[in-house]
């Protein structure tokens, strides 16, 4: 495994939960109606991202399949594998908000 591509993925974990606690305390200041457009986005972000780490890792597997030359077994391994993880924190995520939701339709009024 290549400790730099390890060092540079958490460096992105670490600058994006640097945002993420960015836009929460920039959201409580602003007030509720921004906190809903940005929640929106960063959810769209996200969603946006998991989507491009399996097509990145779908890419590299037919390429790794196909012989091309450069592409190498670990790299698309470990491409599947962020793919996997990103969906599967998105499936969780998914599962939160399904959980409050239902949490919030049975409250009583």
């Known amino acids: 495994m290549d400790i730099n591509?390890?060092?540079k993925l958490l460096g992105q974990?670490?600058?994006g939960a640097a945002a993420a606690?960015?836009?929460a305390s920039a959201a409580s200041v602003a007030g509720a109606p921004a906190a809903g457009n940005d929640f929106a986005k960063l959810l769209k972000n996200s969603i946006d991202g998991v989507n491009a780490r399996q097509v990145e890792a779908t890419g590299l597997a037919r390429d790794f399949e196909l012989g091309v030359?450069?592409?190498?077994l670990t790299d698309?391994?470990?491409?599947?594998?962020k793919a996997n993880?990103?969906?599967?924190q998105m499936?969780?995520?998914r599962n939160r908000l399904v959980s409050a939701y239902h949490d919030i339709m049975n409250?009583?009024?």
């Open 85 to 88: 993880l990103s969906f599967q």
């Open 69 to 72: 030359p450069n592409t190498n």
């Open 5 to 7: 591509a390890i060092d």
């Open 21 to 23: 606690s960015q836009s």
């Open 76 to 81: 698309v391994m470990i491409s599947m594998q």
């Open 91 to 93: 499936v969780q995520v």
């Open 107 to 109: 409250m009583q009024v």
């Open 13 to 15: 974990l670490r600058a």
